[in-house]
Protein backbone atom coordinates (compact mmCIF):
# COMPACT_ATOMS: atom_id res chain seq x y z
CA UNK A 1 0.00 0.00 0.00
CA UNK A 2 2.76 2.06 1.02
CA UNK A 3 4.23 1.57 -2.56
CA UNK A 4 1.04 2.50 -4.47
CA UNK A 5 0.46 5.74 -2.06
CA UNK A 6 4.10 6.62 -3.32
CA UNK A 7 3.46 5.94 -6.59
CA UNK A 8 0.42 8.47 -6.73
CA UNK A 9 2.15 11.06 -4.65
CA UNK A 10 5.38 10.95 -7.63
CA UNK A 11 2.70 10.93 -10.32
CA UNK A 12 0.73 14.18 -8.82
CA UNK A 13 3.39 15.70 -7.54
CA UNK A 14 5.45 15.39 -11.50
CA UNK A 15 2.00 16.30 -13.35
CA UNK A 16 1.89 19.79 -11.05
CA UNK A 17 5.61 20.21 -12.15
CA UNK A 18 5.15 19.75 -16.28
CA UNK A 19 2.11 21.77 -16.22
CA UNK A 20 3.86 24.87 -13.92
CA UNK A 21 7.07 24.34 -16.50
CA UNK A 22 4.92 24.31 -19.67
CA UNK A 23 3.07 27.48 -17.99
CA UNK A 24 6.21 29.58 -17.08
CA UNK A 25 7.80 28.30 -20.47
CA UNK A 26 4.95 29.47 -22.57
CA UNK A 27 3.27 32.57 -20.95
CA UNK A 28 6.10 33.74 -18.71
CA UNK A 29 4.58 37.30 -18.61
CA UNK A 30 1.35 35.77 -17.58
CA UNK A 31 2.95 34.49 -14.20
CA UNK A 32 5.02 37.46 -13.95
CA UNK A 33 1.62 39.46 -13.35
CA UNK A 34 -0.25 36.71 -11.58
CA UNK A 35 2.61 35.77 -9.32
CA UNK A 36 3.36 39.72 -8.56
CA UNK A 37 6.90 39.92 -9.86
CA UNK A 38 6.32 42.42 -11.70
CA UNK A 39 6.73 45.62 -8.83
CA UNK A 40 10.08 43.66 -7.94
CA UNK A 41 13.35 42.04 -9.15
CA UNK A 42 12.48 38.68 -9.40
CA UNK A 43 15.86 37.19 -11.57
CA UNK A 44 17.40 36.29 -8.18
CA UNK A 45 14.58 34.15 -7.26
CA UNK A 46 14.46 32.26 -10.18
CA UNK A 47 17.80 31.36 -10.42
CA UNK A 48 18.00 30.52 -6.79
CA UNK A 49 14.84 28.24 -7.76
CA UNK A 50 16.52 27.10 -10.97
CA UNK A 51 20.18 26.60 -8.63
CA UNK A 52 17.77 24.29 -6.41
CA UNK A 53 16.81 22.29 -9.19
CA UNK A 54 19.99 21.67 -11.07
CA UNK A 55 21.60 20.95 -7.45
CA UNK A 56 18.86 18.27 -7.40
CA UNK A 57 19.82 16.85 -10.61
CA UNK A 58 23.17 16.39 -10.48
CA UNK A 59 22.82 14.76 -7.53
CA UNK A 60 20.67 12.41 -8.86
CA UNK A 61 22.95 11.96 -12.06
CA UNK A 62 26.00 10.95 -10.03
CA UNK A 63 23.47 8.85 -7.85
CA UNK A 64 22.48 6.74 -11.02
CA UNK A 65 25.90 6.69 -12.66
CA UNK A 66 26.85 4.09 -9.23
CA UNK A 67 24.50 1.38 -10.19
CA UNK A 68 23.64 2.33 -13.87
CA UNK A 69 21.24 -1.15 -14.12
CA UNK A 70 19.74 -0.56 -10.79
CA UNK A 71 18.99 2.98 -11.68
CA UNK A 72 17.52 2.88 -14.98
CA UNK A 73 15.03 5.57 -14.60
CA UNK A 74 18.31 7.65 -14.03
CA UNK A 75 19.50 7.02 -17.22
CA UNK A 76 16.73 7.63 -19.08
CA UNK A 77 15.98 11.03 -17.13
CA UNK A 78 19.26 11.92 -18.34
CA UNK A 79 18.09 11.70 -21.69
CA UNK A 80 14.96 13.68 -21.14
CA UNK A 81 16.45 16.09 -19.33
CA UNK A 82 19.25 16.75 -21.64
CA UNK A 83 16.66 16.88 -24.68
CA UNK A 84 14.88 19.52 -22.79
CA UNK A 85 17.79 21.56 -21.89
CA UNK A 86 18.44 21.62 -25.55
CA UNK A 87 14.94 22.50 -26.79
CA UNK A 88 14.31 24.95 -24.21
CA UNK A 89 16.71 27.82 -25.24
CA UNK A 90 16.14 27.17 -28.99
CA UNK A 91 12.37 27.49 -28.21
CA UNK A 92 13.13 31.10 -26.48
CA UNK A 93 15.30 31.94 -29.50
CA UNK A 94 12.34 31.27 -31.09
CA UNK A 95 10.15 33.54 -29.81
CA UNK A 96 12.68 36.26 -29.08
CA UNK A 97 13.18 36.00 -25.70
CA UNK A 98 17.17 35.81 -26.29
CA UNK A 99 19.84 36.30 -28.64
CA UNK A 100 22.07 32.90 -29.33
CA UNK A 101 24.87 34.79 -28.34
CA UNK A 102 23.67 34.14 -24.82
CA UNK A 103 22.54 30.22 -25.48
CA UNK A 104 25.06 28.72 -27.72
CA UNK A 105 27.11 26.96 -24.80
CA UNK A 106 24.21 25.67 -23.22
CA UNK A 107 23.31 24.35 -26.46
CA UNK A 108 26.41 22.70 -27.43
CA UNK A 109 26.95 21.32 -24.44
CA UNK A 110 23.35 19.81 -23.90
CA UNK A 111 23.61 18.87 -27.47
CA UNK A 112 26.88 16.57 -26.80
CA UNK A 113 25.34 15.08 -23.73
CA UNK A 114 21.81 13.97 -25.36
CA UNK A 115 23.70 12.37 -27.94
CA UNK A 116 26.02 10.53 -25.62
CA UNK A 117 23.15 9.22 -23.37
CA UNK A 118 21.36 7.96 -26.15
CA UNK A 119 24.49 6.26 -27.85
CA UNK A 120 25.52 4.83 -24.60
CA UNK A 121 22.27 4.43 -23.42
CA UNK A 122 22.01 0.41 -22.05
CA UNK A 123 20.33 -2.04 -24.31
CA UNK A 124 18.96 -5.13 -23.36
CA UNK A 125 21.54 -7.75 -24.57
CA UNK A 126 24.79 -6.17 -22.92
CA UNK A 127 26.06 -7.96 -19.71
Do not use: Q
Not at 16 to 35: A, K, N, Q, W
Not at 68 to 74: E, L
Not at 80 to 99: G, H, K, N, Q, R
Request: hydrophobic fraction near 65%; charge should be negative; include cysteine.
Amino acid sequence: MRNLNLKIALIIYGAIHIVYGIIMLVLPDRITEFSGFEAVVSAEYFLALLGGAFIAVGVWFIMTALNIVKNAAGVRFAVLWSAIMLVTPLFSLWLDYIDFGHIWFLVVINAIFCGAFLLFYPRLTED
